[in-house]
């Protein structure tokens, strides 16, 4: 058995020192006070006196290690004990050379894919709880918002086009009506277009080119690491551009 500690940061890599004080006081507002959550990063220590993270990087493994404490992108704030992981050395390496070649660095995203979710896979694969709520809360609230928000620009495309749908069928019903109610006249130049309903005007134009219009709110939708053992491989965290 061998114990599993999670290492958290304030994110103060912003350039600008206003930037970091502010995010000093959202955290121990919203963390320390009310105990909500705030903008942090993290990494796991297990075996030796490094500790495992992911972050931003556009060739290669987002994985990379540091000395326990001493990520110098950020502020260091506190550890806290997970548990005891079964996991032997051998199997804890295995597990970061899976976890190298599965978490590239250009597939980091702030709200869904970033350092916390990286260690609660890691913890999970080590057999321990995963990192309390309130380590990750900001981004999984703002990714939240973002699939709401996705799901309702569908919804309402949806809906207009079922609108437009309607009324065609519509139309085509009026217009059925009125050609059975209008006496029969010889075809002629001058009025073949006298047989159409006269409630086709500015309205229904305006709604079936409505539909035919793409939502403004439509959204765009818009990786191997070697077999060397990553305690043997290490990447300093100066090498890495990480973010949260």
Known sequence: MKEVVLHVYDVTNSDSEKTNNTILQINRIFKDRIGLGGIFHSAVQVYGDDEWSFGFCENGSGVFNCPVGKNPMYTYRERIVLGETDCSIATVNRILRELSREWPGDSYDLLSRNCNHFCDVLCERLGVPKLPGWVNRFANAGD??????????????????????????????????????????????????RN?????????????????????????????????????????????????
Not at 170 to 176: D, E, H, V
Not at 223 to 243: I, L, V
């Open 144 to 193: 939240t918002a973002v699939v709401i928000a996705d799901n309702t620009a569908v919804k309402f495309r949806q809906a207009k086009t079922e609108i437009v749908n309607a009324s065609r069928v519509a139309y085509r019903f009026m217009a059925g009506l009125a050609s059975k109610n209008q006496p029969s006249q010889p075809e002629s130049p001058g009025n073949q277009n």
């Open 196 to 244: 159409g309903p006269t409630f086709q005007g500015s309205w229904f134009k305006n709604i079936v080119s409505a539909g035919a219009k793409p939502s403004s709110s439509e959204s765009t939708s818009s990786h191997d690491a070697g077999d060397g053992s990553p305690f043997q491989n290490q990447k300093s965290a100066e090498q890495q551009s990480t973010r949260l």
